[in-house]
């Protein structure tokens, strides 16, 4: 036999054992046979048989199960539906409690809070609604109980709410300065905790100038008046002076050439003579006259020797002026008004940073590139802990975009009137969401979570910033805590 099919042969034969090695876990087992009960053991109990009367108790005691031969084995569990590498999106879970906030239509800062529960089963809550700065309540739902700290002012209410039911709430407010929007969030929470069940915010505003009366800026402080106007002016400008030496070389040229005389002929200097047609020569002597075809006289009329025009140098000075004014003047009011814009309060937001960064205050959504944040409440310990004070924010998070989006809790931070920070912390976090990790999974497209974030700090200084990103690089939200 040739070599190389010595070598093909024995190759064949080393796959063929390596597949029956493959194939021997997947061969089915064998079920083991039945026991074969002795001779002595007693016989299982036949259904329907009659047993003797006083032996019932001794069988009880005396018989012990025995595998048959009809028990069939279990199924063996079925293969996961996703593989465990493939990281699934949160997705926010459906609460049978809802809120929802709207403003009231009154001339007053008023709301109404609808507490709904949608479940089967009753559900104790504890529904807590954080009043605006600078406001105090004149009128609430009987069973409010009103509570002041140096900070804030909350109104809570302890409800049972029934199987499929809603239940409807009523605040009205009295503020000092009734021109100005008010945000009021209110969360329903687990009784006797701080688990959120579901958070809605409202915004009341009823602005005392009309839409209608609010006047436009003054002529003066908009760029598009001044350089309609200042084109105006430098148009009236050239024009009069375009006129005015028109007018000059006008009264120049009809000096020399408009003098006496009769007959349209003009004059010349003395001792040149006249010039007549068809001679060719002047007489300079006592004015000889050379008579034409029909014996009179006929005198060539003098030509005007023009002169190339050339602008006026107080034309050309003027209109450089002019032009010079009004780029000094549209770069004046541009750069104004782009140092009016400048925030000095503001956080530096550029470089690297992807989109815009916005700032509000709480209960008010703030939108960054990918994710909608909602501060609807943060709460500080009055005592601080042996590991430091946790101030806990109960934050909504809602996805934009139409796929999954990461964030992390090394970018959430809490901004403190030092002007140090501290980033989220997660296990504390994560033991507030009772284990779950929402860090640790992406969040689902169109998704809206609503959870407490915990900022460890030092001191007794309350948070005076919340700064909220989706990405590294995202410019983020900045929520301002009162």
């Known amino acids: 036999m040739p070599a190389s099919r010595r070598h093909h042969r024995a190759l064949a034969v080393f796959v063929h054992c390596l597949g029956i090695l493959a194939a021997v876990p997947a061969l089915p087992t064998v079920a083991p046979k039945p026991a074969t009960p002795a001779a002595g053991a007693p016989r299982p109990a036949v259904p329907g048989a009659a047993a003797p009367q006083g032996a019932l108790r001794v069988a009880a005691a005396t018989m012990t199960p025995t595998p048959t031969g009809t028990a069939t084995p279990a199924a063996p569990a079925p293969p996961p539906l996703v593989s465990p590498s493939v990281i699934v999106p949160t997705r926010g879970a459906s609460s049978a409690v809802t809120v929802v906030v709207t403003p009231a239509g009154t001339p007053a800062p008023g709301y109404q809070v609808q507490v709904r529960n949608a479940g089967s089963l009753p559900v104790a809550t504890t529904v807590r609604q954080e009043l605006p700065p600078g406001t ?119 000096g020399p050439s408009g003098g006496a005389g009769s007959g349209g002929a003009g004059t010349r200097p003395a001792g040149a003579g006249t010039v007549y047609a068809g001679t060719g020569a002047g007489s300079s002597g006592t004015g000889a006259v050379a008579p034409d075809q029909g014996g009179q006289p006929s005198p060539v009329a003098p030509v005007a020797v023009g002169r190339r025009r050339r602008p006026s140098v107080w034309l050309v000075v003027g209109a450089a002026v002019t032009v010079l004014a009004g780029v000094v003047l549209a770069a004046t009011v541009t750069a104004t008004r782009q140092v009016a814009a400048i925030d000095t309060t503001k956080q530096p937001s550029t470089g690297a940073w992807v989109g815009t960064s916005t700032t509000g205050v709480i209960g008010v959504p703030l939108r960054e590139q990918a994710l909608e944040f909602t501060v609807y409440r943060i709460a500080c310990p009055s005592t601080p802990s042996t590991v430091g004070r946790q101030c806990r924010a109960t934050v909504g998070v809602r996805n934009l975009t139409p796929e999954q989006q990461t964030w992390h809790g090394e970018m959430q931070r809490a901004y403190l009137p030092g002007g140090t920070w501290v980033s989220a912390d997660e296990a504390a976090t994560r033991l507030a969401n009772q284990g779950r990790d929402v860090f640790g999974q992406p969040l689902a497209a169109g998704s809206r979570l609503v959870l407490p974030l915990v900022f460890t700090v030092d001191g007794t200084d309350r948070p005076r910033q919340l700064e909220l990103r989706s990405g590294v690089f995202s410019a983020g939200v900045r929520v301002d805590v009162p």
């Open 136 to 254: 105090s309540t004149t009128w609430v739902t009987p069973g409010g109980r009103t509570s002041r700290s140096a900070t804030t002012t909350e109104v809570s209410w302890q409800l049972r709410l029934p199987a499929h039911s809603t239940t409807t709430l009523h605040t009205a407010l009295t503020t000092a300065a009734p021109g100005r929007a008010l945000s009021a969030p209110a969360c329903a929470f687990a009784a006797g905790g701080d688990r959120p069940y579901d958070c809605a915010t409202a915004t009341w505003d009823r602005s005392t100038v009309p839409v209608a009366q609010a006047t436009d800026a003054p002529a003066w402080r908009r760029p598009a008046a001044l350089l309609a106007a200042l084109a105006g002016v430098f148009l009236l400008t050239a024009g009069g002076l375009w006129w005015w030496q028109r007018h000059r070389r006008a009264r120049a040229t009809a």
